[in-house]
């Protein structure tokens, strides 16, 4: 069985620190893709980024940067000098790679990020 | 392009009451997937249907079907509701690997 896991309930910093998230996940597939997802107070989960299994080099995009360790299942989500506007719930999802298996994700619990001025 | 639209936005059903939701996918996705997020968790996979075809079925009873029409938007059904149903009703179209989700529905029970 698929398992994400987010141990972090929720996080509080004060604007322009870092914020690192974490996520750790189980799965018997060989092969899938792993994913973070923002979803502000109006609900809707917004894409951030995507990794696939077989390629853990890390990678920065603007303020985002990523962390994935195969070995250790981990796939980690830092924000750089956070922002007011950071302030959201931040979910990790477990997807497949096959037909047979993508657009069935397994998310985790999510993490609440609060960001005061 | 629009985004995925999901109708209506709030909904307030009685215990055993039957709902239906529905969900307009972004132009070219083929397939859709449905997920319940009960407030303060993650979203649970409940359906994914492809090409009409449901593909995928989490562990939900069967008070939850759900259907795709051949233009690819897409029914969630729930009969006999319980109170333990309210919650965010979202729906993610997706053309490959990544899902691309819609505002949702929020549904209370009462």
């Known amino acids: 069985a698929q398992k994400v896991t987010q141990a972090q309930t929720e996080i509080s910093v004060v604007e322009k620190e870092d914020v690192t998230l974490d996520c750790v996940y189980e799965?018997?597939?060989?092969?899938?893709?792993l994913f973070w997802y923002k979803q502000p107070p109006s609900g809707e989960l917004v894409f951030l980024i995507r990794?696939?299994?077989?390629?853990?080099q890390n990678e920065i995009s603007g303020r985002y940067s990523w962390n994935f360790q195969k070995s250790t299942s981990s796939f980690n989500f830092t924000i750089t000098a956070s922002q007011v506007v950071d302030s959201a719930v931040y979910f990790c999802?477990?997807?497949?790679?096959?037909?047979?298996?993508?657009?069935?994700?397994?998310f985790g619990a999510g993490t609440q990020v609060v960001v005061t001025p | 392009d629009a985004g995925v639209t999901q109708s209506p936005t709030h909904l307030i059903k009685t215990r055993g009451q039957h709902v239906t939701l529905r969900c307009s996918p972004i132009s070219g996705h083929k397939s859709v997937s449905w997920y319940q997020q009960v407030l303060g968790q993650g979203p649970q996979f409940i359906f994914q249907y492809y090409e009409k075809e449901e593909r995928g079925r989490g562990n939900f009873p069967d008070r939850f079907s759900a259907r795709q029409f051949p233009n690819y938007s897409s029914e969630l059904n729930v009969n006999a509701l319980l109170l333990g149903d309210s919650a965010l009703y979202l729906c993610?179209?997706?053309?490959?690997?990544?899902?691309?989700f819609g505002p949702g529905t929020r549904l209370t029970v009462t």
């Open positions: 799965t018997r597939d060989t092969t899938y893709y």
């Open positions: 990794r696939n299994s077989f390629d853990e």
């Open positions: 993610a179209s997706s053309y490959s690997y990544e899902q691309y």
């Open positions: 999802a477990l997807g497949g790679m096959t037909t047979d298996s993508w657009g069935k994700f397994q």
